[in-house]
């Protein structure tokens, strides 16, 4: 009988016999299989191209595959250290990409290698990658001029020169042109005058090139203005776009090699702010006592070579804030600086109500003022502060912060003043209805029809100027005199027009049809508007019509500051470019020649003092000697100029006693109805 426990059992006894033969099979194979190649990594070179020219710095970018992790890429020129190179992705596996900047400028002109080689973690090096390569920098173009924002007046002068490094070579190919038309060329250099007349009024665009024996060219463009500018005086010409200026220094900033710099008139002497400004992108800078205060994007510490950057291809930088005073740079923790004569007020950063903060741009010494509203506040040249919180107006004058809008329904904010005059809008939440506002002294007043919309009035002097929509939705501009007056200065169809400035005088600068037109006001009345520049220009004024044109500071000729028909007698109006050169005002054609008049309060001369003598004294105050309205019976000190202390000898000359300020206001009020304020707007 056959014993179950050692029966075969055929299934099993062919299973076992399958699994030995496939382990010896398995055994054999690893026996016989050579062993695996080591891994080596392999280098593929996407810049630079073999053969090519490079600069001084080269920008090398290869792709590393390899089973095995890199621990390290190497680039080296020629006999130079090797730069590691940087892995750009984290995530990558069998090949990656590095890249990296190599400098080669500390070698000489002509012919090096390139080698490239990576190390694995095993320690495996690959074979080292030779790239043949030429150090040849590309030809450098010097714009002396033009350089950007640059004026054609539509002549325009021309100074370029250019260098290679090419040793024994210069360069070749020097051309300009003007939005694609080839106007001057030259070899090393092109010095003569073309004209841009045929662009005159139009966006221009200067090209330069320029190209070296091995056939490199290098290219720059940048922006000038075509203006005819006979019309104007020039102040000066600076080497950069004409951003403020004094009675001696100028501020400019040089779009060409990005320097911020300070021109002191009289002796020529150049600040240059340690600061690097790629473009106009929020550059606002002014000037103060011993420097200026502003902010600009920085630069400082990018690769930024001299050159023109167009908005949105500049490196940008840091958002910098910042005072310039004696020599030193300190940054300022703070937003939306603005500066008025001495005075600097700037807000405190983040959202929502911002600290309020008030400089004496002479002392330094800076005060709290209290919290407002983000850009909602004005500031004067007396430093007198007006700002929004929380839907209410306040004016911060002596120390004190006092609230000068009642607390009522309406929001109030977008203060403007100068002098005694407030502007300010009201909205209605009820109906979403918006009026301007004017506040003289005590009173406040609604200036009926006037737009309060941000930006669309002024004040100065008195005047008022302001914009109408029409009821389609047409745009007007207006000024209203210190009496009362209203008069319309621009057409119906000025959708796009807006004030630029206003004179104490009652003379306005707005915009229209791409100029900037001004409106004059005489003694016979005001003239018709003229175009002065392209709208472009910064226009404002001090002591007369200042033009700021890309690079150039102009006057606007012939101006009569002196006039001042309805300001407060507290203002000084300047100087009068208009006066007759043939006459002398110092002396009475009545008397002996050189003998001056003795003053006195009866101005008029008809034997009696009363308010007509006090329209007169208001005509002459504020003038100088040679000035038209200058009348030496009001110079009581003999001094030259008609000012404060002649004006109260005049009142106690003149014993007005308590009819003075009646005699005044009628005076004011004689003078200004004596002038015609008809404007005739050229149309097209």
């Not at 730069?83 to 992705?89: D, P, R, Y």
């Not at 020039?234 to 004094?246: P, Q, W």
């Not at 043939?582 to 009866?602: C, F, I, L, R």
Request: glycine content about 10%.
């Amino acid at each position: 009988m056959e014993n179950s426990n050692t029966r075969i059992n055929p299934r099993r006894q062919l299973a076992n016999a399958l699994m030995a033969v496939m382990l010896l099979l398995g055994l054999f194979s690893i026996q016989v299989q050579p062993a695996r190649a080591a891994s080596v990594p392999h280098l593929v070179v996407a810049t630079p191209t073999a053969n090519s020219f490079v600069p001084d710095r080269i920008f090398v970018r290869v792709t590393v595959n390899s089973q095995v992790p890199i621990a390290e890429t190497k680039a080296a020129a020629g006999s130079m250290p090797a730069v590691n190179l940087t892995k750009q992705t984290a995530i990558c596996v069998s090949s990656c990409e590095y890249t990296g900047w190599v400098d080669v400028s500390l070698l000489p002109w002509g012919d090096f290698t390139l080698t490239l080689a990576s190390v694995d973690v095993d320690g495996i090096s690959s074979a080292p990658l030779a790239i043949a390569l030429k150090h040849n920098k590309m030809p450098v173009i010097h714009p002396d001029a033009p350089l950007p924002f640059e004026v054609a007046d539509p002549n325009l002068a021309v100074n370029i020169s250019c260098t290679d490094d090419n040793p024994g070579s210069d360069c070749s190919n020097l051309k300009l042109s003007i939005n694609g038309k080839l106007l001057a060329s030259g070899t090393n250099a092109i010095v003569e005058s073309v004209s841009a007349e045929q662009w005159l009024g139009q966006a221009a665009t200067v090209q330069l090139s320029a190209s070296d024996a091995s056939g490199l060219t290098s290219t720059q463009s940048y922006p000038i203005y075509v203006e005819d500018v006979s019309n104007l005086t020039t102040i000066s010409k600076e080497a950069g776009l004409v951003l403020d200026s004094d009675d001696s220094r100028t501020l400019l900033w040089n779009a060409y090699d990005h320097r911020l710099r300070i021109r002191h008139q009289d002796t020529n002497e150049v600040e240059t702010l340690p600061l690097l400004v790629p473009e106009q992108t929020q550059l606002n800078v002014r000037l103060i006592p011993g420097g200026a205060m502003g902010s600009a994007f920085d630069a400082t510490g990018f690769d930024l070579p001299d050159g023109y950057y167009r908005k949105g291809l500049d490196p940008m930088g840091n958002y910098s804030r910042f005072v310039w005073r004696n020599g030193q740079l300190q940054s300022i923790a703070a937003d939306d600086i603005r500066v008025n004569g001495d005075w600097a007020a700037y807000h405190a950063q983040g959202g929502g109500l911002r600290e309020l903060t008030l400089e004496n741009t002479v002392s330094g010494e800076a005060v709290s003022v209290g919290f407002t509203d983000r850009f909602d506040y004005a500031l004067d040249d007396h430093g007198t502060l007006v700002f929004a919180r929380d839907g209410k107006l306040f004016r911060f004058a002596d120390g004190t912060a006092v609230q000068i809008t009642p607390n009522d329904r309406f929001v109030y904010h977008s203060p403007v003043m100068n002098g005694g005059v407030l502007l300010y809008a009201r909205d209605d939440r009820s109906d979403n209805s918006s009026t301007l506002v004017v506040e003289r002294g005590d009173a406040a007043v609604d200036l009926a029809g006037a737009s309060a919309v941000p930006g669309d009035y002024l004040t100065a002097g008195g005047w008022i100027a302001y914009t109408v929509y029409t009821e389609v939705g047409q745009k007007q501009l207006w000024l209203r005199s210190p009496s009362g007056e209203d008069v319309r200065l621009t057409p119906t169809s000025t959708a796009d027009s807006h004030f630029v400035a206003l004179s104490d005088a009652g003379e306005a600068a707005y915009t229209y049809d791409g100029g900037i037109w001004l409106s004059r006001l005489q003694e016979d009345g005001r003239l018709p508007s003229e175009r002065i520049v392209t709208d472009k220009a910064k226009m404002y004024w001090k002591d007369g019509w200042q033009v700021y044109l890309g690079t150039t500071w102009y006057e606007v000729p012939g101006t009569d500051p002196g006039t001042d028909p309805g300001t407060d007698p507290g203002t000084d109006p300047g100087t009068d470019p208009g006066t007759d050169p043939g006459t002398d005002p110092g002396t009475d054609p009545g008397t002996d020649p050189g003998t001056e008049p003795v003053p006195t309060a009866d101005l008029d001369g008809n034997g009696q003092v009363n308010r007509l003598d006090a329209v007169e004294f208001l005509r002459t105050f504020g003038t100088k000697r040679g000035q038209f309205h200058y009348d030496p019976k009001a110079d009581f000190d003999s001094d030259g100029v008609i000012w404060k202390p002649d004006l109260i000898a005049f009142v106690k000359a003149g014993h007005f006693g308590p009819g003075l300020k009646i005699a005044l206001k009628k005076g004011a009020a004689d003078i200004a109805s004596a002038i015609d304020l008809t404007s005739i707007f050229p149309r097209k």
